[in-house]
C-alpha cells in the first residue's frame, strides 16, 4: 500500500528465539517484495524479585531472581497483500509474542 507501513513488535524471554523469529519475518516479507526497516532491538526490561530463602528465621538470606524481556521492532513498508497473506501463514515458537499494527 501506498502510504502506509506495518510496525511488527516482537516480545519475548529468551533472545535467541526473538532473533529467530525476527530473521524469519524480514526473509518472509523480502521473499514477497516488500522493503524492511530493523530489526531494531528495544532495550531489555529487567525485573528483579528478592525472596526469603529461609521461612522462619535468618531474614538477611534471599534469592535474588530476574526476569528479562526482550523487544525487537520492524517496520515494513511498501507492502503488497501477498505480504500480508505469507506474514498470516508464519509460524513462530510458542515463546514469542507478536503485536501488528498497520499505521
Known amino acids: 500500500m501506498?502510504?502506509?507501513?506495518?510496525r511488527i513488535r516482537l516480545k519475548a524471554y529468551d533472545y535467541s528465539l526473538i532473533d529467530r523469529s525476527a530473521q524469519e519475518i524480514v526473509e518472509t516479507a523480502k521473499r514477497t517484495g516488500a522493503v524492511v526497516k530493523g530489526p531494531i532491538p528495544l532495550p531489555t526490561k529487567i525485573e528483579r524479585f528478592n525472596i526469603l530463602r529461609s521461612p522462619h528465621v535468618n531474614?538477611?538470606?534471599r534469592e535474588q531472581l530476574e526476569i528479562r524481556t526482550h523487544l525487537r521492532?520492524?517496520?515494513i513498508v511498501d507492502w503488497t497483500d501477498k505480504t500480508t497473506d505469507a506474514l498470516m501463514?508464519?509460524?513462530l515458537p510458542a515463546g514469542v509474542d507478536v503485536e501488528i499494527k498497520v499505521q
Open 2 to 6: 501506498a502510504n502506509q507501513k506495518i
Open 59 to 61: 531474614k538477611t538470606s
Open 73 to 75: 521492532l520492524m517496520d
Open 89 to 91: 501463514k508464519l509460524d
